[in-house]
């Protein structure tokens, strides 16, 4: 996947089946649909694919234990579904996560007990696992930094997690080797309307080369996300908010805290809220938050009162108490919630449905929605544009469609940081020893190598720093000073490939700090 071969694609052709506009879950998704059933489809991102709310999550594959206290079975189930069908389809990157909830009253555990007997019952022959009462005894063996006084029993069952970024470049990789053209640091600057208002393409800047393209097709797709309403507004002069930002923010911490394989559940914060403490590639991450915001950012930052309510809440189940000094990343994202049709209504309250949305322009809008059931999205979205747009009618063919990496669980070796790549694995040990410099390690306390950042640049289209360690390698959301110091390392392997400057390697340094920075707390953050 070269950024040049794909302009040139992009250059060549002159009418599209089908434009999407934005390279997040949803986005590409409908990208790899759309091309798989046989349209001619381009994909256009202003920034780098899964920059915004796609790498932001909370690294989870689930059918969302707490929607069933919110009596939304219909999503539970449907995301149950597409648990079964991203595992067998992503295998590289979903794995089966044990999580335990620590039960300091039995009336608590009833409950969840009850909850979790209807979680598998909806899975059925799709379960990740079967949930269970486990003693006190275990539940300590579990989690031996749970907090032990008061403690009952637990209650242990199964659900998915994954690496959300990793996930979207694969998702593009996908798209490419079914027929896309998919394009980031491309902008949408307006959308095209012939005579009778009806949307006919959409003008774009590149932001690399500054140039300007105006391309025509069939039907336009906005999956933008939380930035869904600057694209409405392109679209009509009064439009309706069709999308209520809310923030969750997630810390980062050394595994030394949890010292399991099992993540935590804790069942009850102060706002309601579940909240997690999940291991992941080696350390722990806290979340989330759920905080209603007024302006949607690509850096989003998080707030104090937010940074307080993890702490405050994780201290209370945690005998290793983590703090401030402890942290060693920390970042925020925005869930792109359809807007709630009450007046009013919480950001927690609302449904994490998704809508499709046809504009009087022709324009087809996605919004609200998760991860997990990001290829149930897509469908829909491709099956609208068929009807509003009248493409050739084609059947969606994602589920069986293996996403670029997929590998057997049986195959996969988690140990070694690599199982990643899945089948690219080899490539980049192939890449190492033909030129044996790239076996130089990212930093000195991680096992990631230059090769990685070569194979992200050559294979991966990353084309800044930020690219490289935050959403190629992961480096920057793990631990956000180890990669501010392994920048300049990744900026001179950039313009090397890449062919810039030293004003351009200034330029990227300066903006790489000024991000990094966002992810870490204020009284760190590098001057």
């Known amino acids: 996947m070269k950024r040049s071969e794909q302009l040139e694609k992009f250059q060549q052709t002159e009418s599209w089946d089908v434009i999407i506009i934005g390279g997040g879950s949803s986005g590409l998704g409908i990208a790899v649909d759309a091309a798989s059933r046989g349209y001619k489809t381009v994909l256009l991102e202003a920034m780098d694919f899964a920059k915004g709310t796609s790498s932001r999550s909370t690294k989870l594959v689930h059918g969302g234990v707490r929607y069933l206290e919110q009596g939304n079975i219909s999503l539970v189930r449907k995301a149950l579904k597409e648990r079964e069908i991203m595992a067998r389809n992503a295998g590289h990157l979903v794995s089966n996560q044990s999580f335990v909830i620590p039960i300091y009253n039995y009336w608590s555990g009833f409950m969840y007990s009850f909850g979790l007997i209807l979680y598998d019952l909806m899975a059925g022959s799709l379960s990740f696992g079967k949930s269970k009462c486990i003693s006190k005894k275990k539940t300590i063996e579990f989690l031996p930094t749970v907090l032990q006084k008061g403690l009952k029993e637990g209650i242990i069952y199964h659900d998915g997690q994954f690496d959300d970024?990793?996930?979207?470049?694969?998702?593009?990789?996908?798209?490419?080797?079914?027929?896309?053209?998919?394009?980031?640091?491309?902008?949408?600057?307006d959308l095209i309307k012939d005579d009778n208002h009806k949307i006919i393409g959409i003008e774009i800047e590149d932001q690399e080369s500054g140039e300007k393209h105006k391309i025509y097709g069939k039907a336009v797709i906005n999956a933008t996300g939380v930035f869904t309403n600057s694209i409405m507004k392109m679209n009509a002069a009064n439009y309706k908010k069709f999308i209520v930002p809310s923030q969750g923010i997630h810390l980062v911490f050394d595994k030394s805290f949890l010292q399991s394989d099992h993540a935590l559940m804790i069942p009850k914060t102060t706002d309601g809220r579940v909240l997690f403490v999940l291991p992941w590639h080696g350390k722990i991450i806290i979340g989330t938050t759920d905080t209603e915001v007024k302006k949607s950012s690509f850096e989003p930052i998080a707030l104090e009162k937010e940074i307080a309510f993890l702490l405050e809440n994780a201290q209370k189940y945690l005998s290793k108490k983590p703090d401030r000094s402890h942290v060693l990343s920390l970042f925020a994202g925005l869930r792109p919630l359809a807007a709630p049709e009450k007046e009013g209504e919480s950001t927690k309250e609302i449904s994490r449905s998704h809508k499709v949305i046809v504009s009087k322009t022709g324009l087809i809008t996605i919004t609200g929605?998760?991860?997990?059931?990001?290829?149930?999205?897509?469908?829909?979205?491709?099956?609208?544009?068929?009807?509003v747009h009248q493409l050739p009618?084609?059947?969606?063919?994602?589920?069986?469609?293996?996403?670029h990496g997929n590998k057997k669980t049986s195959e996969i070796d988690r140990q070694d940081h690599l199982y990643i790549y899945g089948t690219d694995l080899a490539e980049i040990i192939a890449l190492q020893n033909k030129q044996p410099e790239l076996r130089e390690k990212l930093h000195p306390a991680y096992d990631y190598t230059m090769a990685e950042v070569a194979w992200a640049i050559r294979y991966e289209m990353a084309r800044t720093i930020d690219d490289v360690l935050a959403r190629r390698v992961r480096l920057l959301f793990l631990d956000a000073r180890a990669a501010i110091e392994s920048s300049e390392k990744v900026c001179d392997l950039l313009a090397l490939e890449l062919a810039h400057d030293e004003t351009w390697k200034q330029n990227q340094m300066a903006a790489f700090k000024k991000i990094a920075n966002g992810f870490l707390l204020a009284e760190y953050r590098i001057q």
């Open 393 to 403: 009618k084609k059947e969606c063919k994602t589920k069986d469609i293996a996403i």
């Open 369 to 387: 929605g998760k991860w997990t059931t990001y290829r149930e999205m897509a469908q829909d979205t491709v099956d609208k544009a068929i009807i």
């Open 165 to 189: 970024a990793r996930m979207a470049i694969n998702l593009a990789q996908t798209a490419v080797e079914n027929g896309a053209c998919v394009l980031n640091y491309m902008k949408v600057i």
